[in-house]
């Protein structure tokens, strides 16, 4: 396996990722990696290294606004982030190393969202696999009523300024498990990149993170499609996978992980994760 840093221009913006190949001769299938919203592509290299050692090449970029990535900081616009995963494939498809009618997307979180609304408008993707996917909203009442309050002040704020309103949500999530495993969720949430992100959250920028109805689109996808879940995911129930894979009506699998919570690439069942994305990959893009 090697790797190869990638420059991609989206929307006007840079939009950087790393390419991890296999070693081989012949063209490889490819799967463009997605991540969550305040996330960040370095989560997802043990991921990527071990599919490119298993013959699937990877690609892992930050989306617009998030990394390393041009545009705005921390803002989770799923038609910007569309337009990154079909840059992607672009360049996928004009690279000597990979099979262009072999591309795939792997998509976490809001990563799903997009990667699920690209496959809407792009049937260059042959083969989706969904972690943790955001698709609908899943707010309570009152959690729905706080964000559109925030989310109309900033349009206040941002109509005179023509910036967004930045607010911390780190106390707001401090005690929020996002994974099963205490250690892991430690970790994640004293993560200086993490810390960062949602000290900095961007209103009304943020709102395509937290209302979603991606889920009323989905029966019109017509390629096989992953999903995984966590059982334990506490900012996203497992409801929300079952609703996913009953709308779906193409090829479909469904695994709902036990001692898995809302970031199943890092948690107890990390290995299952890992496992059923090569497995899946290797079926249906090799």
Not at 6 to 27: A, C, H, M, N, Q
Not at 173 to 182: G, R
Not at 223 to 235: A, R
Request: proline content about 4%; some cysteine.
């Amino acid at each position: 396996m090697y790797k190869e840093n990638v420059s991609l221009k989206s929307d006007g913006d840079i939009i950087k990722g790393v390419l991890f190949l296999p070693v081989t001769e012949k063209p490889s299938p490819a799967l463009i990696i997605c991540h969550g919203a305040l996330e960040f592509k370095e989560n997802f290299f043990e991921l990527s290294e071990l599919l490119a050692n298993k013959g699937v090449a990877t690609l892992t970029i930050d989306m617009h606004g998030h990394g390393e990535s041009e545009g705005n900081r921390f803002q989770v616009n799923i038609k910007e982030w569309v337009a990154d995963i079909q840059a992607a494939i672009d360049f996928l498809e004009k690279h000597s190393k990979i099979n262009s009618d072999k591309i795939g997307a792997f998509g976490f979180s809001s990563g799903a969202t997009a990667m699920f609304e690209t496959a809407l408008i792009d049937p260059r993707l042959k083969t989706l696999i969904s972690l943790d996917g955001t698709v609908r909203t899943t707010m309570s009442s009152s959690e729905k009523m706080i964000f559109q309050v925030l989310i109309l002040l900033g349009k206040i704020k941002k109509m005179f300024t023509k910036k967004d309103m930045r607010m911390s949500l780190v106390k707001m999530f401090k005690d929020v498990k996002v994974a099963s495993d205490p250690e892991v969720n430690q970790k994640y949430l004293s993560d200086q990149q993490f810390i960062e992100a949602f000290t900095s959250v961007p209103f009304p920028g943020i709102t395509q993170c937290f209302f979603v109805d991606t889920i009323d689109r989905v029966d019109r996808i017509n390629v096989p499609t992953l999903v995984m879940h966590g059982e334990d995911d506490e900012l996203d129930p497992p409801e929300t996978a079952k609703m996913l894979y009953d709308s779906l009506t193409c090829e479909k699998q469904l695994h709902i992980l036990p001692e898995s919570g809302h970031v199943g690439y890092l948690d107890k069942q990390k290995d299952k994760v890992i496992n059923l994305t090569v497995d899946w990959a290797l079926k249906h893009l090799k």
